[in-house]
């Protein structure tokens, strides 16, 4: 899964960006600073995360920067072209371009690249490279042409090989392509010709590429919309002439024909690549994310504004040129698996009990072929031959209960149901479970008044439902406010989207204390909170242990005294619950929901203040009651954990910390989370101090040899 989180501009000034766009983004040698050179004058140091220029160099009138600035991370100076051969070098003290280091190159130069852990490497535009150190050293000195006449260099990039640079560039010749592999260890340079693999030849309109191990992905968004990947090796078994690279599709249609040069790609790991241009049937610029490894789309966002086709990434940021203006598009790529699409995990699972099936067995659904491989091929004709049986004597009576299902009533359709749940369950029962459902769904839509809650709820019983199987059943209970339903969803579904889950949580929360009296709501997750059972608990009790924690410390000097007294009355400490029971375990539920927090962040945002402020109360009075004893868990059957507890309650602060600030009724909550936060800060140092003591004293141990000597220390701890 992929997301683009919330745009920022990253200067308010609109950039010098000449008809092509930007010459370039570049990283300098700290992490959140960046060097934008614009595609006339001036290079601007950015850094991201304060929105603002930090210095600002142009070239005197009349001259030109023909080549992105770049940053020596050996020096931490600059290094820039104009004019196609002059180099200058500065640092961030000097103001004056003109009056910095000078020095005039025999040839044109392409670009300079550089990267962590070696010199800049010069590019010039007959093919050559030299390292900047040798360059300097003698600026006149003859500069050979590597490539042949009418090529051009279109694209370059570099990598870093067991410490050594390597480094790739793509030329073009009368539509022709090739690749050349510059190894800087060995000083080979081969030569690639990339096929199409066809007749035809698309305009290549931007180029990508990533390295892994033997190989070099190389990948390129062309005027068909398609995107292609050759595979170039970068141990070449012939450098003396050229070979030849098949390319092949790897993703159809990402934006729509004929986009001319306003397209950008970019690989961001890789199983995801971002791509800029407009989508199919649509001329408006677009900046979307799409998974490689399984050909999906995974978000996208409009650009209304218009952009320069111009894309560049560094950690979790990409810059683009949005109308004028350099804007910053934080993103997140999750780990590509059909099992991390699912967020989190649940945490634990009840001993004793199996696993159930969530999801639809694809071998054995209806009117589907299982494709059968040579090692499996008796097995699985066997299994489907059984299976086919089977279904001879339960077909009719599916048929007949889709049949009620379509005309008959509530009532009627009810008790079939029951008699088809009793019958012997065959290998896709799973399956017609979920047919049953969505025929039910489909006459709920055509149908408003028609809702045959108990039916649905017996389905659920059957413990066969995913909500990738019956997506409708959540959003028709969501529109219901059928809690209960909810409820159980969130007990069952491992795979619900955050924005269902967020959704369930608002309802949870607005819903009134009378109208939750008169629901049936599973208390399972729920202990008995009231005060006098608590409070009579806490009486039994002959030592109370807080586990380092004093409500009322102001600082960290009076952790050590707050463990040393007496732990005051508890009946003192006691904490009334903010909401009811019934609420309460409705609110477990969420806290035991699976999801991904990227995904879940946005989505809380929209959750009114009021209900953030009691979701919190609740989530501290969890807190309070799991630091009451020394296991820091809760009682109950399926209490919520520590972690999850921590974990909402973080997410609920940043998704909405400044609206909950200004709301005075958290004012206090917020005091007693923050010096909650202050109190085990300080006895995690108290632990480290002791952790480290004995990390001393078992060096000494083992640096002594007693030679089976009986002897008595005593270590001072405190």
Request: with cysteine; proline share 5%.
């Amino acid at each position: 899964m992929a997301a683009l989180e919330e745009e920022f501009t990253l200067s308010s000034v609109a950039l010098g960006a000449g008809p092509d766009g930007l010459l370039g983004v570049e990283q300098s040698d700290r992490a959140d600073q960046f060097l934008v050179t614009d595609g006339g004058r001036s290079v601007v140091l950015y850094k991201v995360s304060d929105q603002k220029p930090l210095g600002s160099w142009s070239v005197k009138q009349g001259q030109i920067i023909t080549s992105p600035a770049v940053c020596n991370f050996q020096t931490g100076e600059y290094i820039v072209v104009h004019d196609n051969k002059v180099l200058r070098i500065w640092n961030n003290e000097d103001v004056n371009l003109d009056k910095v280091f000078k020095a005039t190159l025999s040839a044109e130069v392409y670009r300079i690249h550089s990267i962590q852990g070696t010199e800049p490497l010069v590019l010039f535009k007959a093919g050559a490279i030299r390292g900047l150190e040798a360059l300097l050293a003698e600026p006149q000195q003859k500069i050979e042409s590597v490539i042949s006449d009418e090529e051009v260099i279109k694209w370059t990039k570099i990598f870093m090989l067991y410490r050594h640079p390597l480094l790739l560039f793509i030329t073009e010749k009368h539509g022709n392509y090739f690749a050349y592999v510059k190894m800087f260890s060995s000083g080979n340079l081969s030569k690639y010709s990339l096929l199409l693999g066809q007749e035809e030849k698309p305009v290549t309109l931007n180029f990508t590429a990533y390295m892994d191990r033997k190989f070099i992905s190389l990948m390129s968004l062309s005027s068909d919309g398609c995107v292609y990947e050759s595979l170039i090796p970068i141990f070449s078994s012939d450098t003396e002439k050229y070979q030849r690279v098949v390319k092949s599709v790897l993703l159809k249609a990402v934006v729509s024909g004929n986009v001319g040069s306003g397209a950008a790609l970019a690989i961001l790991d890789q199983d995801h690549v971002a791509v800029l241009g407009p989508p199919l049937s649509s001329s408006k610029d677009c900046l979307s994310i799409w998974n490689i490894k399984f050909q999906t789309l995974q978000t996208s966002k409009d650009l209304p504004q218009g952009t320069s086709g111009q894309l560049w990434y560094y950690g979790e940021n990409l810059f683009i040129l949005h109308g004028k203006f350099l804007t910053v598009i934080p993103y997140k790529c999750e780990v590509s698996s059909l099992a991390g699409a699912l967020g989190k995990l649940k945490h634990s699972q009840d001993p004793g009990t199996h696993t159930i099936p969530h999801f639809v067995n694809w071998e054995t659904s209806q009117g589907c072929e299982p494709r059968l491989q040579n090692s499996e091929q008796p097995r699985r004709i066997l299994r489907r031959k059984a299976i086919e049986a089977s279904l001879q004597t339960e077909v009719p009576a599916s048929e007949q209960l889709f049949s009620t299902i379509k005309k008959d009533s509530e009532k009627h359709i009810e008790v079939e149901l029951r008699k088809f749940l009793a019958v012997k369950r065959t290998p896709d029962f799973h399956t017609v479970i979920g047919d049953v459902l969505t025929g039910l769904l489909e006459r709920c839509r055509a149908e408003p008044s028609f809702y045959p809650r108990n039916c649905l709820m017996q389905l659920l019983q059957t413990h066969m439902l995913s909500y990738s199987l019956c997506p409708g059943l959540m959003e028709i209970a969501l529109e219901k406010s059928d809690v209960q339903m909810l409820q159980v969803c969130l007990q069952q579904f491992p795979d619900i989207p955050e924005s269902v889950l967020c959704a369930c949580l608002k309802i949870f929360l607005s819903i009134d204390d009378q109208s939750l009296q008169e629901i049936n709501i599973s208390m399972e997750s729920v202990f008995d909170c009231s005060d006098a059972i608590q409070d009579e608990k806490m009486e039994e009790q002959t030592e109370i242990l807080q586990n380092g924690f004093g409500p009322d410390d102001d600082n960290c000097s009076n952790c050590n005294q707050s463990l040393r007294e007496k732990p005051r009355d508890a009946s003192e400490e006691a904490t009334p619950c903010p909401v009811i029971p019934k609420r309460a375990a409705l609110l477990n539920a969420v806290l035991h929901s699976a999801y991904s927090e990227p995904f879940l962040l946005p989505h809380l945002k929209g959750v009114p203040a009021q209900h953030i402020t009691l979701f919190l109360q609740y989530l501290y009075f969890l807190y309070l009651k799991c630091s009451e004893n020394a296991t820091m868990t809760l009682p109950g059957i399926h209490p919520p954990t520590m972690s999850q507890i921590m974990d909402w309650i973080c997410l609920l602060l940043d998704a909405n910390f400044t609206v909950v600030v200004m709301i005075p009724e958290a004012k206090r909550l917020l005091i007693n989370l923050y010096k909650f936060v202050k109190s085990q800060i300080c006895v995690y140092s108290e632990l480290n101090k002791i952790e480290v003591s004995f990390r001393e004293l078992q060096k000494l141990n083992q640096e002594k040899n007693n030679r089976g000597l009986y002897s008595i220390e005593v270590l001072e701890l405190f």
